[in-house]
């Protein structure tokens, strides 16, 4: 599933003829989210339980971007069986663009420049208490809290 996952969105990279914004199933936008910018891409980190998070992706498509995304799809294929079996789309890029933890700052790799944007503020992950409308723009539902993702839906109007 990783690897298929990193190439489709290589594929949507390279077949885009505006920039993007790659949001996983699990995942609502509440609110506008500060993604777009003088970058061509714009990946949001953390501190754990990996540097970045994969759900909410900006991309301004251009050829460097799709050869730098194609050759990490490739790469991940060449990574340890556990990381090729669940985190390979996480892992390679990571690894490749060799981003820490919440790290804040813009830089080029491969002709493209990168924007790594901390979550802080941004990014709620739905947990176990009653549906309420969160301040933050992006909300996250992986997992058994899947099932809350209609009800939360439901404050987006």
């Known amino acids: 599933l990783m690897l298929w996952l990193l190439d489709a969105q290589a594929a949507a990279i390279r077949v885009a003829t505006e920039p993007i ?3 996983s199933p699990d995942t609502l ?12 891409v714009c990946l949001l980190t953390r501190r754990r339980p990996t540097p970045i998070v994969n759900s909410v ?8 971007v799709a ?12 990574l340890s069986v556990g990381s ?3 985190g390979a789309d996480i ?4 690894e490749t663009l060799q981003i820490k933890p919440s790290e804040n700052a813009v830089r080029e790799h491969a002709g493209v420049k990168i924007r790594l944007l901390p979550v802080d503020g941004l990014f709620w992950s739905a947990d176990g208490g009653p549906a309420r409308r969160m301040p933050q723009p992006i ?18 109007g």
């Open 57 to 64: 992706m900006a991309v301004r498509p251009s050829r460097a």
């Open 67 to 78: 050869d730098l995304w194609w050759q990490m799809a490739r790469d991940a294929r060449s």
């Open 84 to 86: 090729r079996t669940w």
């Open 29 to 40: 936008i509440a609110a506008p989210v500060p993604m777009f910018g003088d970058w061509d």
């Open 139 to 156: 909300w996250d539902f992986k997992g058994s809290r899947k099932a809350k993702m209609v009800t939360y839906a439901g404050f987006l």
């Open 91 to 94: 892992d390679i890029i990571v």
């Open 21 to 23: 914004l790659m949001v």
